[in-house]
């Protein structure tokens, strides 16, 4: 909804706070970024299983076996750990696993390391999630996401392709992109597994999720237009909770991938010149990013501004414009996002509101629709003091989003 025409004062800390919503049920509640502790119900001494993923869940084969302990509703502790594009691995990681690679996980006490044989030990432990990882068709079907992953790779990460070698990437992407959809389409519904949604699909959900954000971003490519059954495919994954609460967006993606990729390259067309600019003011990209079945603009933008609240001294002692001098900025954001009012902030914080705004990343610090919401106050409230930019998002590592300033907030 575009914001009223009124404009209103900056609410005060204590008035924003009235809005704070409760947070859900970390442990036994729907899947969240945020929990160290997963028991479904379960008493905790259930749990077997620790999983060590990154604190940012931008790990890619982290979200893979995420997804599946979150479907199969195994109790679980979770320990973060440091990726290396965006800080220090921790010491007593690197003793456990000296190559510092994430996921691993314990089992009973046993670790173990490669996303793949992690699911394969957890099936033995706990039974299959519909075909077995090891059946015919699930090695085909795993086979087969590889070689959307190469295509994907190829066209995304190569640098100076000629125009003529863009669209041989594009064709080889969109036929690979066709087998998997010729999968989806034998299937009376929209999952590979015909129980679905079984481990077959999560093995496709963290790639494929990331394929939509960047070449929409990179390329103009829209995945799930061109795709009709992927398309499918998600919006069946976007009615589960326990998909969405590990679910990023094309913002976050966008951002996060050029380090961890090793360089992302843009086809320089004006389509994704549009949505690149687009998804970077905050607009998001409507359907081809996700829509979430229940989600009203107010419960969202109360929640929005939970998580904001909870790291309030962070975030305004991070800021590149001071604690002090970023207050009142930010109050306005926040009025802005509770009201739907512009609000102006005091001059010279545009740049300091766009600071913030790329910097809300998803779902590590909320979902996808609260951060849109959020990314749009912030937007607006300095498009009010002027267009002046802060300086691009780094490519080769993510050190602006070391996450230590916020390790000990709330
Ligand atoms: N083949 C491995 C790949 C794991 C992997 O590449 N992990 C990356 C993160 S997505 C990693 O830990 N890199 C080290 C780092 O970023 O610190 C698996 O399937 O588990």
Known sequence: M???SATAEPLTWPDLERFIVPEADQINGPTSAQSLLRLFGNPEDAVRVTLYRDHHAWCPYCQKVWLWLEFKRIPYR????????????????????????????????ELITESDVILLRLEQAFGALGMPMESERAIQLRQLERQLFRAWCI???????SSRQ??????????????????????SGPWLDPEGPGSVDLVFVPY?????????????????????????????????????GTQSDMHTHAHDLPPQMGGCWSDDNPEAAAIASRIDRGEGLGQDEGVWPEASNQGM????????????????????????RFDQPLRCALTHLMLNQHCHPEAGSA??????????????DMPLPAARLLRQALEATAALDGSERPRPLPLRDRLDQNPMTFRTAG
């Open 155 to 161: 066209w995304l990460c190569s640098p100076g392709l």
């Open 78 to 109: 979770i320990r973060k750990v440091t990726m290396r594009c965006y800080g220090q691995k921790e010491p007593w990681f690197v003793s456990k696993v000296p190559s510092g690679m994430l996921p691993a996980l314990e089992l009973d006490g």
């Open 351 to 364: 740049v300091a509101l766009r600071h913030l705004r790329d910097r809300i990343s998803v779902p590590r």
């Open 301 to 324: 933008a109360a929640r929005a501004l939970t998580r904001v609240l909870r790291h309030r001294n962070a975030l305004l002692a991070s800021n590149p414009l001071g604690a002090e």
């Open 166 to 187: 863009q669209q041989q990437a594009r064709s080889q992407f969109q036929s690979v992109a066709r087998k998997l959809e010729q999968e989806m389409n034998q299937q």
């Open 2 to 4: 575009p914001p009223s």
């Open 208 to 244: 494929v999720e990331r394929m939509n954000a960047s070449l929409a971003y990179y390329k103009g490519f829209r995945l799930r237009q061109e795709h009709p059954a992927i398309d499918r495919w998600f919006v069946a994954l976007e009615q589960l909770e326990n998909y969405r």
